[in-house]
């Protein structure tokens, strides 16, 4: 029976009132849970306004359902915990960008525009928003001179991954599997879409980097930054390299204090070339992606994004790009499951579980070749291992070890040579 066009029309309604109720169900719990107090405050203000909409003059053209058009008519599909993301990454965005047109005060919080105050200084204010102040900034993003910008950022963007600590850390792993002594160097491939900055400030070793607060493994202590040995970066999937979109990716409503600048990302770029990072346009979803095969393919808070039903895709084609003896990792709001056949989604990314232990829910996930070229098995079926997680999105608060820690990284790990 072919579907009739009504038919097709109910499957969409139907898909988009699904979508609907997870986009604003992850937004409920991050008014809770997220680890930012600012964000948290955003969450909180943004289901307060929308609570107040008449929904019943014209339920089709509201607020909410427009965001939701927003997001389930992009060119790229979005998953809704990614969407929710967008959200207050979008409002962050409009306030570094039209601070002065916006608003000269909001609730009291007077923005400084008289010469000789600094950027941070000025949009920094947003760190001491409460609910009150980002309610009356929501307001005004959703006024008809702003909110139009804002449906199209929220169609149009995607989150970039650049956040220093997090690529430092992915490469302790890598110097702890791979060895310090590596002569010929390594290839690394990062599919963050974090226009190279968190591999070049890895590559240049300018920056002492924040470990986690309790590491009982070590690695993430015990750096040597002057003996990393990876000789060439290769960084894939860019999207418009807009220095402003970077720099709210980069930073929580709270950092912006003592952020740099977003001019400072732009010169951070020239850096490109001198630390032979080769930036690659493309989708890893794609079978004409250009990118090289490498010694160790990262994906930080990358596959997350991607739709459920291709999520494990897109592992299983950055796996055929690595190279005999190399590695990939995943790090992300994923985790393998039992068998290790398949990744699948954390339940909760903060706070604590029933019991109330506090969750290490930002994992790593690693798969394997030999030096033959073949995946390594990982004794219960799949061939994912389980590293462990932190408890924050930074990697800058606890990590706890997974059940295959030891398998890969401990004195009796697998043989890759």
């Known amino acids: 029976?072919?579907?009739?066009?009504?038919?097709?029309?109910?499957?969409?309604?139907?898909?988009?009132?699904?979508?609907?109720?997870?986009?604003?169900?992850?937004?409920?719990?991050?008014?809770?849970?997220?680890?930012?107090?600012?964000?948290?405050?955003?969450?909180?203000?943004?289901?307060?306004?929308?609570?107040?909409?008449?929904?019943?003059?014209?339920?089709?053209?509201?607020?909410?359902?427009?965001?939701?058009?927003?997001?389930?008519?992009?060119?790229?599909?979005?998953?809704?915990?990614?969407?929710?993301?967008?959200t207050y990454r979008v409002a962050q965005r409009m306030w570094v960008e039209h601070y002065p047109k916006i608003i000269p005060v909001i609730n009291g919080y007077r923005v400084l525009l008289k010469d000789g105050h600094t950027f941070q200084e000025t949009v920094g204010v947003i760190a001491e928003f409460d609910e009150r102040a980002w309610y009356k900034l929501i307001e005004i993003l959703f006024s008809p001179k702003y909110f139009e910008k804002y449906l199209h950022l929220l169609n149009e963007r995607s989150t970039q991954t650049n956040k220093e600590t997090r690529y430092i850390n992915v490469a302790a792993l890598a110097i702890k599997y791979f060895g310090y002594q590596n002569r010929r160097g390594l290839k690394w491939l990062d599919v963050g879409s974090s226009l190279g900055l968190g591999t070049i400030r890895v590559a240049n070793k300018t920056k002492i980097f924040e470990s986690p607060k309790k590491d009982p493994t070590r690695i993430f202590y015990d750096l040597r930054l002057n003996e990393i040995p990876f000789n060439k970066f290769a960084i894939q999937d860019i999207t418009e390299p807009d220095p402003y979109w970077v720099w709210v990716c980069k930073h929580y409503p709270e950092e912006l204090k003592n952020a740099e600048a977003p001019e400072d990302l732009v010169k951070a770029t020239e850096e490109l070339e001198e630390f032979k990072v080769e930036t690659i346009v493309g989708s890893i979803l794609d079978n004409q992606f250009r990118g090289e095969n490498a010694d160790m393919i990262s994906a930080l808070t990358t596959i997350y994004q991607i739709p459920r039903g291709l999520q494990n895709e897109a592992v299983v084609k950055l796996l055929e790009r690595v190279r005999p003896g190399g590695i990939l990792l995943i790090v992300d709001f994923l985790e393998a499951n039992e068998q290790g056949t398949q990744i699948i989604p954390v339940k909760k990314w903060f706070g604590t579980d029933a019991k109330g232990n506090k969750l290490h829910n930002y994992k790593v996930t690693v798969a394997l070749k030999d030096s033959s070229g073949n995946v390594v098995k990982n004794g219960r079926e799949g061939f994912l291992f389980d590293i462990g997680g932190w408890s924050d999105g930074r990697c800058r608060d606890e990590f706890k070890p997974g059940r295959d820690f030891d398998t890969v990284f401990g004195s009796n790990k697998i043989n890759h040579n």
């Open 1 to 86: 029976m072919i579907p009739t066009l009504k038919t097709k029309q109910n499957q969409i309604s139907a898909k988009n009132l699904k979508f609907e109720e997870d986009l604003f169900r992850y937004i409920s719990t991050q008014s809770d849970e997220h680890t930012s107090l600012g964000i948290r405050r955003f969450h909180t203000a943004l289901l307060q306004f929308l609570s107040k909409e008449d929904q019943s003059i014209n339920p089709g053209t509201s607020y909410r359902k427009q965001i939701v058009q927003a997001f389930t008519s992009r060119q790229v599909p979005i998953t809704p915990d990614h969407a929710e993301n967008l």
